[in-house]
C-alpha cells in the first residue's frame, strides 16, 4: 500500500543528507526496492544491500530504491537532533535548515515483502572522527601530526608525564595519523605516480617522525598497555581501532622480539627445540630439502637476529599503513556471515598500490602492506606475494624457495623465500586483533585465550599459515604484557 507520496528516493535522499548512510545502517532500515523492467517490489535491509556493494543506490541499473516517507522524516529528525549532531552531522553543519522534500518518485504498488534477517547494530564506518579528518584541508594534515608528535615527544623527555598522559598521547597519536594517511593515499590514488608522491610527501615525513617518536614512548618505561587498550575501546570507528591496537601491539611486539633475540638468547633456546617442537612444520614448507636442511638457520635465513633501529621505523611504518586500504569495516574470516573473499583481497591489493606507488615510505611498509595476508602460501590467503609467487615459479619451473623468511626484501623480491619476516610478525598480531575485537559484527569477541587456542587449531596445526615459532614468541610476549588470568 505504498503511494508516490509516501517514499523518497534513497539516492536523493543520501546526496542531500550524506550521514544518513550511517544512520540506516544503525536503525536496521528497510529499503524498498523497486525492479525498473517489471515493477516489482521488495523490502530489503538496507545493511544488507549495503554489504554486498557498499555503494548500491548508484550503480544498479535494473532496481531503484526508495527509502517510506516517515522513515526519512524520522532521519531528517535524528540527524537534525543537537545530540547527533555533534556526533553525525559534521557534515551537515552550515546546513541547518530542512531540505525541500526530494523529488517525488515513481508510485509503488506492490506490497513490500519480508524483510531480511536482522543484523546487529553497528554502524559500518572508518570512525567518526575520519569524516572530520577527510574534510580537513591537506595543508592542515601535516600539522595536526606534528602536534600528535610534539606531545608524544614531550611525554618521552618529561619525567613528571603520568601512564595516562603517555597512553592518550600515544593513541591520539596514532589514530590521527592512521587516519590522515587514509584520506591522504586514498586521494593519491586517482593521481599520477608522481604527482601523488609529491601530494603524500610531507604527510610520508611527518608519518616517520610520528613513528619513530611513538617506538621511544612505547619502549619506554611509563607505556602501559592496559591503559592504552582501554582508551582504544572508547574511540569511535571500528577500522581505526582496529589499526590504532594492532599499529601500538605490533610496535610492542617486535621491541619484544628483539629483547628476546638480542639480550635474552632466545634464538639458542629455539634451537635446542627445534628438533622436537617446530621441524615437522616446516618440512611441509621445505618439502624439495634434504632432512639436515631443514634447520633454523633455513627458517630464518641467515640465522635469528635482532632488528636494527632503522628496521624498527620502516617495519613499524608498515605496521600502522597495513589496512589503509580497507574499505569499510569489514568480516575477514571464512565462513562467518559477510565474509566476501573480493573485499578482502581488494584492502590488500588497494593498500599495496597506495603505499608501493603513491608514496615515498620504504618499500618495507609497502610489502608488509600487500604481504600481510599470505598465511604462507595457502591457497586460501588473500597473498599478493602468493600470486607473485606462482607467476615466478611458472616462468621457473626448476627454481626452488629453500628459506622460509627473510629479515630483507631482497630475497623476498628474488623469490629466495616463501615470506617476509615482518609481515609474519604482523600476521598473528592482525589475527589475534580480529578475534578478540570487541566490536566484532557477527560473532562474539573470544578471550585472549581462546583466541590464541584458536590460532593454534586453526592456523597452525590444521592448516600452516602462522609462522610457529613467531607464535610461540606472540605467546611469551602476552604472558609477560599482563597477567594470562585478566584475558
Ligand atoms: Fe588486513
Ligand atoms: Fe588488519
Not at 516489482?40 to 557498499?54: E, I, S, T, W
Not at 524520522?74 to 556526533?87: F, G, I
Not at 554502524?123 to 608524544?152: K, W
Not at 597506495?354 to 602460501?377: C, F, Q, S, W
Amino acid at each position: 500500500m505504498a503511494h508516490s507520496a509516501k517514499v523518497v528516493s534513497l539516492k536523493q535522499v543520501i546526496a542531500r543528507y550524506p550521514l544518513a548512510r550511517d544512520l540506516l545502517l544503525k536503525k536496521q532500515e528497510s529499503v524498498i526496492c523497486r525492479n525498473r523492467e517489471s515493477g516489482k517490489v521488495k523490502n530489503v535491509q538496507f545493511r544488507a544491500l549495503f554489504q554486498n556493494n557498499p555503494r548500491f543506490w548508484e550503480h544498479s541499473s535494473s532496481w531503484e530504491y526508495f527509502l517510506d516517507r516517515a522513515v526519512f522524516q524520522d532521519l531528517v529528525n535524528t540527524l537534525r537532533a543537537p545530540k547527533e549532531a555533534s556526533h553525525l552531522a559534521r557534515r551537515s553543519e552550515g546546513d541547518g535548515s530542512p531540505a525541500a522534500p526530494p523529488e517525488e518518485p515513481p508510485s509503488l504498488t506492490a506490497a513490500p515483502t519480508d524483510p531480511q534477517p536482522a543484523a546487529p547494530a553497528n554502524i559500518a564506518n572508518f570512525g567518526d572522527d575520519y569524516e572530520e579528518i577527510e574534510e580537513l584541508p591537506a595543508v592542515e594534515r601535516t600539522p595536526r601530526i606534528q602536534q600528535r608528535t610534539a606531545r608524544l615527544a614531550q611525554c618521552v623527555l618529561s619525567p613528571e608525564t603520568t601512564p595516562d598522559e603517555a597512553a592518550k598521547a600515544v593513541v591520539d597519536a596514532t589514530a590521527d595519523t592512521t587516519m590522515i594517511n587514509r584520506a591522504t593515499l586514498l586521494e593519491a590514488l586517482r593521481l599520477g605516480d608522481d604527482q601523488a608522491r609529491a601530494y603524500t610527501e610531507e604527510v610520508v615525513k611527518e608519518t616517520t617522525r610520528m613513528v619513530k617518536t611513538s617506538i621511544r614512548l612505547v619502549d619506554s618505561e611509563i607505556y602501559n598497555d592496559e591503559l592504552v587498550q582501554a582508551l582504544v575501546q572508547k574511540s569511535n570507528g571500528t577500522v581505526v581501532q582496529h589499526m590504532t591496537r594492532v599499529f601500538l601491539m605490533g610496535l610492542e611486539f617486535l621491541l619484544f622480539y628483539n629483547r628476546q633475540v638480542i639480550t635474552k638468547g632466545v634464538a639458542n633456546r629455539i634451537r635446542i627445540r627445534f628438533k622436537r617442537d617446530y621441524k615437522h612444520h616446516y618440512r611441509q614448507l621445505l618439502s624439495h630439502l634434504h632432512d639436515d636442511y631443514v634447520s633454523l638457520e633455513h627458517v630464518f635465513l641467515g640465522g635469528m637476529k635482532g632488528l636494527s633501529e632503522i628496521e624498527l621505523t620502516r617495519f613499524a611504518t608498515g605496521f600502522l599503513v597495513h589496512d589503509v586500504g580497507k574499505a569499510e569495516d569489514i568480516e575477514y574470516h571464512e565462513g562467518d556471515a559477510g565474509y566476501d573473499r573480493n573485499t578482502v583481497e581488494r584492502h590488500v591489493k588497494l593498500g599495496y598500490k597506495a603505499v608501493m606507488d603513491k608514496t615515498n615510505y620504504p618499500r618495507e611498509a609497502a610489502l608488509i602492506t600487500g604481504y600481510h595476508h599470505e598465511y604462507y602460501g595457502d591457497p586460501h590467503g588473500y597473498g599478493y606475494f602468493r600470486e607473485f609467487l606462482a607467476s615466478y615459479k611458472s616462468a621457473n619451473p626448476a627454481a626452488e624457495q629453500d628459506y622460509v623468511m627473510a629479515y630483507t626484501m631482497e630475497p623476498v623480491l628474488d623469490y629466495q623465500v616463501l615470506a617476509y619476516f615482518p609481515a609474519k610478525m604482523l600476521e598473528v598480531v592482525d589475527v589475534f586483533d580480529s578475534l578478540t575485537d570487541p566490536n566484532r559484527k557477527y560473532r562474539s569477541p573470544l578471550s585472549q585465550e581462546e583466541a590464541c587456542t584458536m590460532i593454534r587449531e586453526e592456523f597452525i596445526q590444521k592448516q600452516l599459515k602462522i609462522d610457529p615459532i613467531i607464535y610461540d614468541l606472540f605467546i611469551d610476549f602476552l604472558d609477560q604484557r599482563r597477567p594470562r588470568a585478566a584475558g
